[in-house]
């Protein structure tokens, strides 16, 4: 559902555009070139992840950056529950699982605890409980990744921010 009192913001121009793409890819590579230094590459995806969430669902609002990246720490130990429990209960332990998935669908649907379940531990849960990530994350470096590239992105954008707003034309 969208909000129908606030228009959307304008497109930036071809200009402007290249200039953003190009921060952007930047931005990127210093993530991955941070991230290698304490994270293999299959961990790196969590703050990309948690970019792409904070930017198009909260339009890079610095004060709805703990909410994403809380919502994404437990998307993520929801799915890896899935995988402990059923690794050590078999499927007694499958089962409470993915009760507890559906527990936090329904804290989700009625907006129960916001902070804490939300639509970032919706995509987390999503993406973190899919068979080939379950076979291959390690799920330390994940929660890492996510909440230090939640935190690098967040710097990084508020400083861009600030730099930005201190060269706009007054106005």
Request: charged share 10%.
């Amino acid at each position: 559902m969208t909000d129908q009192t606030t228009p959307p913001a304008a497109a930036p121009g071809p200009l402007a555009g290249l200039a953003l793409t190009v921060i952007v890819l930047l931005i990127i590579i210093a993530w991955v070139a941070l991230g290698l230094q304490f994270l293999t590459d299959t961990s790196l995806f969590g703050g990309f992840l948690l970019l792409w969430f904070w930017a198009n669902n909260e339009q890079l609002e610095i004060k709805r950056l703990p909410t994403a990246i809380v919502g994404a720490l437990v998307g993520i130990g929801l799915a890896w529950f899935v995988v402990f429990a059923a690794t050590k209960w078999g499927g007694a332990g499958l089962a409470a699982g993915l009760g507890l998935m559906v527990l936090a669908l329904y804290l989700d649907v009625i907006k129960a605890v916001p902070f804490a379940i939300n639509a970032s531990t919706m995509l987390f849960l999503t993406v973190a409980a899919a068979p080939l990530i379950q076979l291959k994350v390690n799920w330390q470096e994940l929660v890492l990744s996510t909440v230090v590239g939640g935190l690098f992105f967040g710097l990084v954008v508020e400083a861009l921010k600030r730099l930005a707003a201190r060269f706009a034309p007054a106005g």
